[in-house]
């Protein structure tokens, strides 16, 4: 299967891309957590991204496209399928998705669009917190770890700061629309409620993928 996850900052991509991943069994392609390696990592990619990312504004086109184009013609996902989490985020990306995918022989099947209220995005981001070692994603007071959990051990990401957040809520609600239009002319769009608690939004998501299977 050949999937797209679409949604605002904090509409919840991340957290239903891990149940997806895991129930489906396909690869998890997330733009934001591979520049995010590449920054822990200070490679030169990794710190040309921390320039945009900690202003909250979009990594250039050229270097966006070129490591999906990559990662897309790595081995696994011939084997398994993928689900690309936060890329296309404007329309040159879109063609040049279509473009990548032409080239491999691959068709999408479907896009997951999570709708959200964009007033609720900000109390999600600042309350997330990533787990050091497995970086599972949870929030404070949505989706909190198991029992007495130790703050230490889990970060905030840079750029939920309130300020960041408005400005990438700014960014992705201009880019978004045309890149929606262009696969709802394709048929390929399924919308799902996403102000819904985490578990029924991902049995409305699963319905959706049983459908598109
Ligand atoms: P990226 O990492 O993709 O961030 P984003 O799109 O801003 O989305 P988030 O990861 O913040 O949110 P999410 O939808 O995954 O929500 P989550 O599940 O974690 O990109 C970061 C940056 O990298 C960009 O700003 C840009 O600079 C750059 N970048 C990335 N891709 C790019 C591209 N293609 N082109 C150019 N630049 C690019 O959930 C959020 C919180 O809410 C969590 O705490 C979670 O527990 C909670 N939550 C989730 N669902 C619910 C629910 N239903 N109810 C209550 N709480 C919930
Ligand atoms: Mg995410």
Same mark, same amino acid.
């Given at each position: 299967m050949h999937l797209l996850i679409m949604g605002l900052p904090g509409a919840g991509k991340g957290t239903q891309a891990a149940k997806i991943v895991e129930t489906y069994g396909i690869s998890h392609i997330s733009t934001g957590d591979m520049f995010r390696a590449a920054m822990k990592n200070e490679t030169?990619?990794?710190?040309?991204?921390?320039?945009?990312? %900690?202003?909250?504004? +979009?990594? *250039?086109?050229? !270097? @966006?496209?070129?490591?999906?184009?990559?990662r897309l013609a790595e081995p696994d996902i011939k084997e398994k399928g993928f689900l690309l989490d936060g890329y296309p985020r404007t329309i040159d990306q879109a063609y040049a998705l279509d473009q990548t995918l032409s080239e491999l022989g691959l068709q999408l099947d479907g896009v997951i669009n999570i709708d959200v209220d964009p007033e609720?995005?900000?109390?999600? +981001?600042?309350?997330?917190?990533?787990?050091?070692? @497995?970086?599972?994603?949870?929030?404070?007071?949505? /989706? *909190? *770890?198991?029992?007495?959990? /130790?703050?230490? %051990?889990?970060?905030?990401?840079? %750029? $939920?700061?309130?300020? @960041?957040?408005?400005?990438?809520?700014?960014? /992705?609600?201009?880019?978004?629309q045309p890149i929606l239009e262009h696969?709802?002319?394709? $048929?390929? !769009? @399924?919308?799902?409620?996403? /102000?819904?608690?985490? $578990?029924?939004?991902?049995k409305d998501v699963k319905e959706a993928i049983d459908r598109i299977k």
């Open positions: 030169e990619m990794g710190k040309l991204a921390k320039s945009y990312i %900690d202003k909250g504004e +979009l990594v *250039p086109d050229e !270097v @966006t496209n070129g490591i999906v184009k990559e609720s995005l900000v109390e999600r +981001l600042s309350g997330r917190i990533i787990h050091k070692e @497995t970086g599972e994603t949870f929030h404070k007071v949505f /989706n *909190p *770890p198991a029992g007495d959990y /130790n703050e230490d %051990d889990y970060y905030q990401r840079e %750029d $939920d700061k309130p300020e @960041t957040v408005k400005r990438r809520l700014d960014v /992705n609600i201009s880019q978004g696969y709802r002319g394709q $048929d390929l !769009v @399924t919308d799902i409620e996403g /102000n819904q608690e985490i $578990d029924q939004v991902f």
